[in-house]
C-alpha cells in the first residue's frame, strides 16, 4: 500500500486530546498529537500559523518536526484558507503557482484548516498539514483534522467546512 494511501486515525488522535491550557498549549497538544499519529503515514509537516488583527500576514505557532517559513503573506494556500474561511486541500502545489509559498521544496501536496474562536467571528489561523507526497489529503483528512480541532477546543463547528476548496 502506499504511503499516500495509509489510513490515518484522527480517532485515535482525538481521544488523546483535552480542551486544556490556554490556546498555545492546546495548539501544541494538537501538533503533538498529530505528529505522533500521522508522521509515518505520508505527512512531513504539521503545524499552525496565526492571524493577529491589523496585520497582513501570517505568523508561525507551534509546528513540528521543522522550521518553516515566518511570516508568510495572504496569498499562499494558508492565507486563502483563511481569507476564505474554508478548508483547501492543494492535491499538488505546482497547480497554486506563484500562490505557493515553498518552506520545504520536496512539499507537495498539502491540507489547511481554519479555526475559529466563534461563531461569526473571522478564522483567528490555520492547521497546515503538508506532504511530500501529491493527492495526499482527501475531503476524509478535512473531516478529521477538524474534528481534531473541535475536541482540542480550538475552533467550534462551522456548516462550510464540508464545502471545501480543492486545487
Not at 508568510?72 to 499538488?92: E, H, N, Q
Not at 473531516?143 to 471545501?164: C, H, K, M
Request: charged letters at 25%.
Amino acid at each position: 500500500m502506499p504511503v499516500a494511501a495509509a489510513k490515518r486515525d484522527y480517532d485515535a488522535v482525538r481521544t488523546r486530546l483535552r480542551p486544556e491550557g490556554d490556546r498555545t498549549a492546546r495548539m501544541q497538544a494538537v501538533v503533538d498529537a498529530l505528529w505522533s499519529e500521522l508522521h509515518d503515514k505520508g505527512v512531513s509537516w504539521v503545524g499552525f500559523y496565526l492571524k493577529f488583527p491589523d496585520a497582513d500576514e501570517l505568523i508561525l505557532g507551534p509546528r513540528r518536526d521543522k522550521p518553516a517559513c515566518s511570516p508568510i503573506a495572504l496569498f499562499g494556500a494558508c492565507g486563502r484558507s483563511l481569507l476564505s474561511g474554508k478548508p483547501l486541500v492543494v492535491t499538488d502545489v505546482a497547480n497554486l503557482r506563484a500562490g505557493y509559498i515553498a518552506c520545504d521544496p520536496r512539499d507537495r501536496s498539502e491540507v489547511v484548516i481554519p479555526a475559529y474562536g466563534g461563531e461569526g467571528e473571522a478564522p483567528w489561523g490555520v492547521l497546515d498539514v503538508d506532504s511530500h507526497i501529491a493527492s495526499s489529503f482527501s475531503r476524509e483528512d478535512v473531516i478529521g483534522l477538524t474534528r481534531v480541532l473541535e475536541a482540542a477546543g480550538l475552533t467550534t463547528p462551522q456548516p462550510r467546512f464540508l464545502d471545501f476548496d480543492q486545487v
